[in-house]
């Protein structure tokens, strides 16, 4: 699997590219060309034609949840591309009205909308994306220590209700070695994903994890998850997106935390 950095928080110094408070990463493994998510403007485009990616290619486009710094980018991939073959692949909540207060943070296309640019795959169960890559559907809870929290409110059948963000899920790629995770916020914890992808995966060997945590304070969930990043021996470590600088600094005391920028290039 080869993973491009298309959009992040940060960039590279001396590589020219741009960055926006939003993922976007492209991946190519065997037939595949595939978008985890596509930030929240056109710059992942902008991003993807610098790193020479054809988007025309696409095969593939998994949303790791539906907040729109994560799928407000589809407005302008479909504006510019006709790719009616690809598939999309979410959680079956992922694209419902999300707001908080007046404010909408989700995505700019419902559901049925996104029907008439590309195959729609909506889960809550595992789907496969190859023989080796798995996007996982709804994370149960396996810990104590991950609470969900509360943002904003989603729209269901019977109204707004308060958002546990249930549609927030990551890719598992699985390897001779072992699994790869490559996850958009992880608003369902971190460790629940990893401790979800080694069942799904049925392999407890953890490689490296990329992507956001949606950890920002030092408190016994950040002790907890460190405890758990060591129990699993994750050596491959890159954290971004929405992971403070004081957390990064506290896990790199423990595991060598490598650095995450809009260029950034892994052959995993």
Same mark, same amino acid.
């Given at each position: 699997?080869?993973?491009?950095?298309?959009?992040?928080?940060?960039?590279?110094?001396?590589?020219?590219?741009?960055?926006?408070?939003?993922?976007?990463?492209?991946?190519?493994?065997?037939?595949?060309?595939?978008?985890?998510?596509?930030?929240?403007?056109?710059?992942?485009?902008?991003?993807?034609?610098?790193?020479?990616?054809?988007?025309?290619?696409?095969?593939?486009?998994?949303?790791?949840?539906?907040?729109?710094?994560?799928?407000?980018?589809?407005?302008?991939?479909?504006?510019?591309?006709?790719?009616?073959?690809?598939?999309?692949?979410?959680?079956?909540?992922?694209?419902?009205?999300?707001?908080?207060?007046?404010?909408?943070?989700?995505?700019?296309?419902?559901?049925?909308?996104?029907?008439?640019?590309?195959?729609?795959?909506?889960?809550?169960?595992?789907?496969?994306?190859?023989?080796?890559? =798995?996007?996982?559907?709804?994370?149960?809870?396996?810990?104590?220590?991950?609470?969900?929290?509360?943002?904003?409110?989603?729209?269901?059948?019977?109204?707004?209700?308060?958002?546990?963000?249930?549609?927030?899920?990551?890719?598992?790629?699985?390897?001779?070695?072992?699994?790869?995770?490559?996850?958009?916020?992880?608003?369902?914890?971190?460790?629940?994903?990893?401790?979800?992808?080694?069942?799904? =995966?049925?392999?407890?060997?953890?490689?490296?994890?990329?992507?956001?945590?949606?950890?920002?304070?030092?408190?016994?969930?950040?002790?907890?998850?460190?405890?758990?990043?060591?129990?699993?021996?994750?050596?491959?470590?890159?954290? =971004?997106? =929405?992971?403070?600088?004081?957390?990064?600094?506290?896990?790199?005391?423990?595991?060598?935390?490598?650095?995450?920028?809009?260029?950034?290039?892994?052959?995993?």
């Amino acid at each position: 699997m080869k993973l491009k950095v298309l959009v992040d928080n940060n960039t590279y110094i001396d590589n020219y590219f741009y960055a926006e408070p939003a993922v976007s990463f492209y991946i190519e493994d065997e037939d595949r060309r595939i978008l985890f998510d596509v930030g929240y403007s056109d710059l992942f485009i902008q991003n993807a034609l610098a790193f020479q990616v054809n988007l025309k290619d696409v095969s593939d486009i998994v949303i790791s949840h539906g907040h729109n710094d994560h799928t407000g980018g589809l407005k302008y991939l479909f504006e510019q591309f006709d790719i009616p073959d690809a598939r999309i692949i979410a959680h079956s909540k992922a694209f419902n009205e999300k707001k908080i207060g007046e404010t909408r943070i989700c995505s700019p296309f419902s559901a049925q909308q996104l029907q008439k640019y590309a195959q729609l795959i909506l889960s809550d169960k595992p789907v496969k994306i190859n023989g080796d890559m =798995c996007f996982l559907g709804e994370i149960p809870s396996s810990n104590d220590f991950e609470k969900r929290k509360l943002i904003g409110q989603v729209l269901l059948d019977d109204g707004y209700t308060d958002d546990l963000v249930l549609d927030d899920s990551a890719v598992a790629y699985k390897t001779d070695k072992g699994i790869y995770i490559v996850t958009g916020c992880s608003h369902s914890g971190i460790c629940n994903i990893i401790e979800y992808s080694k069942h799904v =995966c049925n392999d407890d060997r953890i490689l490296g994890v990329i992507g956001g945590f949606h950890i920002f304070d030092l408190d016994q969930q950040l002790e907890k998850t460190i405890e758990y990043f060591l129990k699993n021996g994750i050596s491959d470590l890159y954290p =971004c997106h =929405c992971v403070s600088f004081n957390v990064k600094a506290e896990m790199h005391k423990y595991i060598p935390v490598k650095e995450v920028g809009v260029s950034l290039e892994l052959d995993w």
